[in-house]
């Protein structure tokens, strides 16, 4: 067990462009997370899949973000023309079927500037 | 929406000292996580407590369910340094919906 592996750590990029961050989840576990954590706050819910799909996401989830689990192992997060607000951490968390405990990566941390 | 309060938000303590962080809701949860985070790393499970009045302890922690579930507490006895951290409760409603998190108890212990 691995666990929880996010890349890149950290990513700098200026407003406008385009990110993609990816999560591999433990090995056996079907559903997959993600948070976005900003500073002073608990993770807020973004989206999950079980297996490769996507059963919810949050109104955080603008028409600027994707999330995509092809095969049901890795993700990824992509976030068109950033803005300033993306900056925050996220949080890529895996389980065995719905059952706590949920387990997280090390998160990305994006800054936009 | 579901909303899970933190208090305190900011707790300094000395060493040796004991403290109570507690979290609230107006909603009844299923289960409720109690996470602990240091900077620049993700969130880990302490406990998970799932019957109402429900009493765990981990070493010097003791973490309480209330019985209407819609509360917890967690209590540290004698603080130590290595306590320092940010502390976050997070409910779960049923198996398919995701866990919602407060906004976290940030404690520091000083020697």
């Known amino acids: 067990d691995t666990g929880v592996s996010q890349d890149p750590r950290h990513k700098i990029t200026k407003r406008g462009q385009n990110v993609t961050f990816r999560c591999d989840p433990i090995?056996?576990?079907?559903?997959l997370y993600w948070y976005r954590q900003t500073l002073g706050q608990g993770p807020e819910f973004l989206t999950y899949?079980?297996?490769?799909?996507?059963?919810?996401k949050s109104r955080l989830l603008s028409d600027r973000f994707s999330a995509e689990r092809p095969k049901g192992s890795f993700s990824t997060l992509e976030i068109q023309r950033t803005e300033q607000g993306d900056s925050a951490m996220y949080l890529c968390?895996?389980?065995?079927?719905?059952?706590?405990?949920?387990?997280f990566g090390n998160g990305t941390r994006l800054t936009v500037t | 929406t579901q909303l899970l309060e933190q208090s305190p938000q900011f707790l300094s303590i000395q060493e040796g000292e004991n403290l109570t962080v507690y979290c609230n809701s107006s909603?009844?949860?299923?289960?409720l996580q109690w996470y602990r985070q240091e900077p620049g790393e993700g969130p880990v499970l302490l406990v998970t407590?799932?019957?109402?009045?429900e009493v765990k302890k981990l070493k010097r922690l003791t973490f309480q369910f209330g019985d209407a579930r819609k509360d917890s507490s967690l209590h540290i006895t004698a603080a130590q340094t290595g306590d320092t951290g940010l502390y976050l409760c997070?409910?779960?409603?049923?198996?398919?919906?995701?866990?919602?998190f407060g906004k976290g108890t940030r404690l520091s212990v000083i020697a």
């Open positions: 997070a409910g779960e409603n049923s198996g398919n919906t995701p866990l919602v």
């Open positions: 407590v799932v019957t109402g009045g």
């Open positions: 909603s009844v949860f299923s289960s």
């Open positions: 090995s056996e576990h079907n559903r």
């Open positions: 899949f079980q297996n490769e799909a996507q059963l919810e």
């Open positions: 968390a895996s389980s065995f079927d719905q059952g706590p405990p949920l387990h």
